[in-house]
């Protein structure tokens, strides 16, 4: 029985894949109708998502098959799906991001926070959550994450060493002058002196481990029971340290994801899916109006995580956490660590100036194009009676210029240090690089679910579920908007982020139209808490990666993670009824979300 299991297990992928269809058949065989197949694309592919037992780039091509020989859709229609204008902006922002990344920009603003805000437990805490999240707004959360652990191990390791040299020298000079002189026993680095009940760790390395943790070598002289036990608690303080500095990258890394349109593939599923959705909507959804609304919400998370770690794993006693009037040899052993890692990337180079003024103008441009409370830049020159030029033009243009611009200061004449004439320098970014960076299966994904969105709209199956879900009416929206933003946030913990809001937005937009709420009432809080998945391990890769690093168990990601999973949802729709109706209008239902169905061609 049990080799039968395993075995079961193994193929379990293959059985997914050949069973589902079967299992579902009945539905467009027995119901049938335009939306019956269409509820059977869909149903497939959210299985295929959830379960992952093909990936998600090749589920997302089920309605190129699926639409056409089902006659929902033409292949024509289905195909442009999937190089829309939200398309776009991803790659232009990816572009960004890989140019960022290939000249190391992201790691020199990192080091250089690091540098200002100190080693301090409480402040060095800060300074990585605040450095991954804005780094996160404008690279992928996978990236950024995997920059900052490896610098929060070796600050870590640092003082970890400093502190464990300095009680051996405290107890060699002890042994020196002999008990009982009155010297006072050894000191840990009080900077980072917890609570008696922390937990931490010291390592001469931290790497990822199988089971258990890794702590320091047993010393090959005896040691006294006083030097041991100073060793354990040691041992013990920072391992708790490592693992809140591991869960706080991870988490910033998220949370920092929200912030912008790009930062996450979610935002522009969003933007996408209102624009096929409700193509009157005059553009509600920019670049300017996201950061407008999400950035707030997303310092707001990331303080309120920042006291929880705080909490969890440092203690509460401020003067220590802080430094105050505490010892400085650990400190600057540390510092010393981050100064010698920036050093190390020397001067600013030219390709790096080349591209912080890029990336600088390409963010005024896309703030100042529709900001909303005046006439943008775009509307005066361009979109006079069309909107011909997007957030996605803005960005293919800004990344255009990486193809064009040269990384080195271009000098006429000259040789080389071999005699040779010296050659024309390369370009800020080449296609190499470009496509061993681009996630290009993430446009595959973005795209399926645009076109399982429209083609719920082309069979009536979006009507008909706005029809079938119309009794929520007399529910308050402050209710709906909550419970949905629970469901999202648990849903997302067992799923791709992506995948969920894929699969959920179209039928949010559905009930919304047919209960008379404003859709983004519920698409947007929704689409945020799609982010918020905190408590796996497999939840998200940052997660993956700081599982691996930081020594931690599945427990300790679970309760720190489920209290942060409530608190976003909180704070998501305190921002959604504060200053999310005053800048959206939510409070009335809007003639662009006036609509039925797509008539079918």
């Not at 064009?404 to 370009?427: F, H, N, W």
């Not at 190499?432 to 082309?458: C, Q, Y």
């Not at 933003?485 to 039928?507: G, H, K, R």
């Not at 999310?580 to 979300?593: C, E, H, K, Q």
Request: charged letters at 15%.
């Amino acid at each position: 029985m049990v080799v039968c299991l395993t075995g079961l297990w193994r193929y379990r992928n293959y059985l997914v894949i050949f069973l589902t269809p079967l299992l579902i058949l009945p539905l467009p065989i027995i119901v049938g109708g335009p939306e019956a197949s269409c509820g059977y694309v869909i149903i497939l592919t959210a299985v295929y998502w959830c379960t992952e037992c093909m990936p998600l780039a090749v589920t997302g091509l089920l309605p190129v098959i699926l639409f056409p020989m089902m006659g929902i859709m033409e292949s024509s229609e289905v195909c442009t799906q999937y190089m829309k204008d939200s398309n776009m902006l991803f790659v232009g922002g990816l572009l960004m991001a890989t140019a960022v990344e290939h000249w190391n920009l992201h790691k020199r603003i990192a080091l250089r926070v690091l540098l200002l805000v100190g080693v301090k437990p409480a402040l060095l805490m800060m300074g990585f959550m605040g450095t991954t999240a804005f780094l996160s707004m404008w690279i992928g959360n996978t990236a950024s994450t995997a920059m900052m652990l490896p610098i929060s191990n070796a600050v870590l390791k640092q003082l970890c060493d400093t502190e464990a040299q300095a009680e051996e020298r405290e107890v060699d000079l002890i042994s020196l002058r002999g008990a009982g002189t009155g010297i006072p026993k050894g000191q840990d680095n009080q900077a980072f002196d917890m609570d008696d009940g922390c937990t931490t760790k010291c390592t001469k390395d931290v790497k990822p481990m199988k089971n258990g943790i890794q702590l320091e070598q047993e010393p090959e002289v005896e040691e006294s029971p006083e030097a041991r036990e100073r060793r354990l608690k040691r041992e013990a303080k920072y391992l708790k340290l490592d693992k809140g500095m591991s869960l706080s990258v991870c988490y910033s890394a998220s949370i920092g994801g929200t912030a912008t349109l790009t930062g996450t593939a979610p935002n522009l599923i969003l933007k996408g899916q209102v624009d096929e959705l409700f193509p009157g909507n005059g553009d509600i959804i920019n670049f300017a109006s996201w950061f407008g609304f999400s950035f707030p919400n997303m310092v707001l998370m990331l303080i309120i995580s920042w006291l929880w770690l705080q909490f969890m794993y440092l203690g509460c006693n401020m003067k220590k956490l802080f430094g105050c009037g505490t010892n400085k040899d650990g400190d600057k052993e540390a510092y010393r660590v981050i100064k010698n890692e920036y050093k190390k990337l020397g001067s600013v180079s030219f390709a790096e100036g080349c591209i912080l003024v890029l990336f600088v103008l390409l963010v005024l441009l896309w703030f100042t194009r529709e900001p909303g409370f005046m006439p943008g830049w775009a509307a005066v020159l361009f979109n006079k009676d069309k909107p011909y030029v997007t957030d996605g033009t803005v960005a293919m243009l800004m990344s255009t210029l990486f193809f064009v611009i040269p990384s080195q200061l271009p000098r006429c004449g000259g040789y080389s240090e071999d005699g040779m004439p010296l050659k024309a320098p390369p370009t800020l970014l080449n296609w190499d690089v470009v496509h061993k960076k681009m996630p290009w299966n993430i446009l595959l994904l973005v795209g399926g679910g645009f076109a399982l969105a429209r083609g719920s709209e082309t069979s009536g199956l979006s009507q008909w579920l706005g029809e079938s879900l119309a009794p929520l009416q007399s529910i308050p929206p402050v209710a709906i908007s909550f419970l949905l933003s629970l469901l999202i946030a648990t849903f997302t913990e067992c799923s791709s982020n992506v995948a969920t809001t894929t699969l959920f937005l179209p039928i949010l937009a559905s009930m919304a139209v047919a209960i008379k709420l404003h859709p983004l009432y519920v698409m947007l809080p929704c689409t945020i808490c799609a982010s918020l998945a905190f408590m796996l391990p497999v939840a998200t890769p940052p997660n993956a990666i700081a599982f691996s690093y930081g020594n931690l168990k599945v427990m300790d990601m679970a309760k720190a993670g489920f209290v942060l999973n409530i608190i976003g949802v909180i704070t998501i729709n305190i921002a959604l009824n504060t200053w999310g109706t005053a800048m959206f209008n939510l409070n009335t239902f809007p003639d662009w979300a006036n609509v039925t169905t797509i008539p079918t061609p």
